[in-house]
């Protein structure tokens, strides 16, 4: 059975910092997905924030261009998202999947940017 387990969230000051991991287990095609991160702000649909290809290519949403850095782990089955400069409209329960949220959701991991 496939599970996506973000961790990592926090509250933190803007500006501050954050580092989340997704660690995946059951997906023996890791390797070869386009992995995603995803937030959801209170309110709001769920919307796409970074993705990375197998051979490592990013791709970020314009609201966290150069602020956020996604990164993976192929050999631990593992995604990260690194996030600095955070600002309040950062605030939101983020979850990882693949492109196209193609497996069931895990919690997310909460992430809450005070001012």
């Known amino acids: 059975q496939v599970q996506l387990v973000e961790s990592g969230g926090g509250l933190v000051q803007a500006g501050g910092s954050l580092r989340l991991s997704c660690a995946t287990t059951?997906?023996?095609?890791?390797?070869?997905?386009?992995m995603a991160w995803y937030r959801q702000a209170p309110g709001k649909q769920r919307e796409l924030v970074a993705r990375?290809?197998?051979?490592?290519?990013?791709i970020y949403d314009d609201s966290v261009k150069d602020r956020f850095t996604i990164s993976r782990d192929n050999a631990k089955t593992t995604i990260y998202l690194q996030m600095s400069s955070l600002k309040p409209e950062d605030t939101a329960v983020y979850y990882c999947?693949?492109?196209?949220?193609?497996?069931?959701w895990g919690q997310g991991t909460q992430v809450t940017v005070s001012s």
């Open positions: 990375i290809t197998t051979g490592g290519t990013t």
């Open positions: 999947n693949a492109l196209g949220g193609s497996y069931d």
């Open positions: 059951s997906i023996p095609i890791f390797d070869v997905l386009t």
